[in-house]
T-cell receptor, first 112, second 113 residues
Framework: NAGVTQTPKFQVLKTGQSMTLQCAQD?????MSWYRQDPGMGLRLIHY???????DQGEVPNGYNVSRSTTEDFPLRLLSAAPSQTSVYFC???????????FGQGTRLTVV | AQSVSQHNHHVILSEAASLELGCNYS??????LFWYVQYPGQHLQLLLK??????LVKGIKGFEAEFIKSKFSFNLRKPSVQWSDTAEYFC???????????FGSGTRLQVQP
């Protein structure tokens, strides 16, 4: 049972570089979301999607783009990385918006 | 907007001590409530959830939580903690019609043997 799979697990970027964090789920969940986790701040919602072709902004969307071309995949793009984006990123999926979410293992990103 | 407050940022207990972690939320309508646990170096896992019905819910590993609507609270409890309970605990809410969870800032629990 794969569940929610995130790649890579660790990444170091230089300021200004771009990259895509991958997220895939095999549970046929409609809802997917990206959070960032920073010490003392819990998890903050970056972007979310309620189905293929539908995305919306969360609490901290600036500097990130998303798309949802398939039900399974929900990549998160950093177009020009900044040190403020150093964080641990979690992808989550759920069958619907009101029930529990299942989380991936996280990606630890450092921007130098 | 919905928000979640966890008042205890860092709790240190000895094994066998009782645990209560506070969680208060701000949302005027119907809510679904969750507690997640994150063991060191791992992803978040669901401990328990409340949607409706009996306000006292039981989860995995001996944890329970009580929903008190009048206080907008959903406190987590465990009668006797173990060293293996050392982790970070997050309260989360999802108001009716909302599309993603809102998390509190987390409580780091350290259980000393």
């Amino acid at each position: 049972n794969a569940g929610v799979t995130q790649t890579p697990k660790f990444q170091v970027l230089k300021t200004g570089q771009s990259m895509t964090l991958q997220c895939a789920q095999d549970m046929n969940h409609e809802y997917m979301s990206w959070y960032r986790q920073d010490p003392g701040m819990g998890l903050r919602l970056i972007h979310y999607s309620v189905g293929a072709g539908i995305t919306d902004q969360g609490e901290v969307p600036n500097g990130y783009n998303v798309s949802r071309s398939t039900t399974e995949d929900f990549p998160l793009r950093l177009l020009s990385a900044a040190p403020s984006q150093t964080s641990v990123y979690f992808c989550a999926s759920s069958y619907s918006g009101g029930i529990e979410a299942f989380f991936g293992q996280g990606t630890r990103l450092t921007v130098v | 907007a919905q928000s979640v407050s966890q008042h205890n940022h860092h709790v240190i207990l000895s094994e066998a001590a009782s645990l209560e972690l506070g969680c208060n939320y701000s949302y005027g309508g119907t809510v679904n409530l969750f507690w997640y646990v994150q063991y060191p170096g791992q992803h978040l896992q669901l401990l328990l959830k409340y949607f409706s019905g009996d306000p006292l819910v039981k989860g995995i590993k001996g944890f329970e939580a009580e929903f008190i609507k009048s206080k907008f609270s959903f406190n987590l409890r465990k009668p006797s903690v173990q060293w293996s309970d050392t982790a970070e605990y997050f309260c989360a809410v999802n108001g009716a019609g909302r599309r993603a969870l809102t998390f509190g800032s987390g409580t780091r629990l350290q259980v000393q043997p």
